[in-house]
């Protein structure tokens, strides 16, 4: 990964705040690292060399400086688009696909991302119209936060970038702390620090005399095709899942792939045809994968690289863990995402995952829940109630019980009960100023 840091407005101290933010991130891109100032804008950026190694050095520029970008990803289809782009006239001085970006700015405007595939999260700044254009990918694989102060826009990879800025006043936003205690994390735009935003995925944003324009430039559709069997589907997922692997391996450095026993991970690793993954396991044997992640992989014949975390690890890691994060999220995957990202830094820069599969592929078992209740589900609604009412009110747990209450509720109540913690009434009392 690498990282961004930047802001608008003349500082006298401008050069030493932007170097502080950038040591903010330093973990995000310990290659190198470049800097951009100018009377109106100072970018930073750290840098994890993944393509074009020697060339792909950033802040980068235009032929005539003019235009300049920090961006942190990768895209995949850059290569056809440098083709595209030089069949317009377009001149190219590397082979990064950073440099792409800046002529698909020049060719296209805002209409660019309609031609990108990958991962990114990118600002340009026109220095003729001193104007910024920044953008997030699809689905926010890439962390975009923003403030306004002043009429001056302070944003960066990480939030640690953005307090480190003098003009920033650290405050918490209360209505996401209270987000956190009923979800496990904050749904909000606004962050837990007051004023600061997470640019949202799918949305870019233009910044002219201190006014910021966000829009949404893309959302998914899902039109399935009725007509197809079980077999095509499973054909056209297969395809897909090749395609994907295939173009995410472009890199100039090796790539690995994180393993456990799922089956989401166990699929990537399978389609990767890599050399090397990566697995840990805990030392308390329901929690251990590491024995189904290395059958796996002797299977396929890959080499893994496991390790087996101790409580005191565990234990030890998570101020650290929670420092990296920004935010607050009661989600223990994170931890051993932390765990695994180490053992395969020893290897690789660059490793794939099976993280969010379960989202796509409806492999938890809440998802199959509105199936299972649809026969209940055509009862009365008053004697759904009634029924969840008498279980709710049985002080002890019962097989069924669940059932009764969650058969009673619209879709969209069990959707979001399945991660809540504190209502409304629990959480005035943990809060000393409850905000509602």
């Given amino acids: 990964m690498c990282g961004f840091a930047r802001f608008t407005g003349y500082l006298e101290n401008g050069k030493d705040v932007l170097t502080d933010m950038m040591n903010k991130i330093i973990h995000r891109g310990p290659d190198s690292a470049g800097q951009y100032i100018d009377n109106k804008a100072y970018m930073g950026f750290r840098r994890l060399s993944i393509i074009d190694l020697d060339n792909g050095s950033q802040p980068m520029f235009n032929e005539n400086k003019k235009i ?35 002529h698909a700015y020049e060719e296209y405007g805002e209409d660019m991302l309609n031609k990108l595939r990958g991962m990114f999260a990118f600002v340009i700044w026109d220095s003729e119209k001193e104007t910024l254009f920044g953008a997030r990918d699809f689905f926010g694989i890439k962390p975009f936060y923003y403030t306004i102060v002043d009429g001056n826009i302070i944003y960066g990879s990480e939030i640690k970038s953005i307090l480190a800025h003098p003009a920033y006043k650290k405050e918490v936003n209360d209505v996401a702390l209270e987000n956190y205690l009923t979800f496990q994390y904050s749904v ?106 290395k059958a796996l992989s002797e299977k396929i014949q890959i080499d893994n690289y496991s390790k087996l975390v101790s409580s005191e690890e565990y ?64 009862l009365p609604k008053g004697l759904r109630k009634g029924l969840a009412n008498v279980a709710q009110a049985i002080p002890f747990k019962f097989k069924g019980k669940n059932f009764l209450i969650r058969g009673s509720k619209d879709i969209e109540e069990r959707f979001i009960g399945n991660a809540f913690m504190f209502n409304e009434k629990e959480r005035a009392k943990i809060l000393k100023n409850p905000t509602g």
């Avoid at 699929?267 to 990566?278: E, Q």
């Avoid at 994170?334 to 395969?344: G, H, K, P, R």
């Fill in 68 to 102: 300049v970008i920090t961006f942190n990803g990768e895209i995949y289809n850059y290569q056809d688009l440098r083709k595209e782009l030089i069949e317009k006239g377009h001149t190219f001085a590397n082979n990064s696909d950073t440099e792409v970006l800046i």
């Fill in 188 to 293: 909000l735009p606004e962050t837990f620090f007051k004023g600061v935003y997470k640019l949202m995925p799918g949305h870019c944003f233009t910044f002219h005399n201190g006014q910021i324009n966000i829009k949404r430039y893309w959302e998914p559709t899902f039109e399935a095709d009725e007509n197809k069997s079980l077999d095509d589907f499973v054909q056209e997922i297969d395809d897909a899942m090749h395609d994907s692997v295939e173009h995410h391996k472009i890199s100039d450095v090796e790539v690995g792939s994180f393993l456990s026993s799922g089956v989401d991970s166990s699929y990537v690793a399978a389609t990767f045809n890599g050399d090397k993954t990566f697995t840990v396991g805990f030392d308390y044997e329901k929690y251990n994968e590491i024995d189904y992640a």
């Fill in 315 to 378: 234990w030890a890691a998570i101020p650290k863990i929670q420092y990296h994060m920004d935010e607050p999220l009661a989600d223990p995957a994170a931890i051993a995402l932390y765990f695994v990202s180490q053992t395969a830094a020893k290897h690789v820069k660059v490793s794939m995952s099976g993280e969010g599969a379960d989202e796509f592929f409806g492999g938890y078992n809440i998802y199959k829940e509105p199936l299972d209740t649809a026969g209940y589900r055509k």
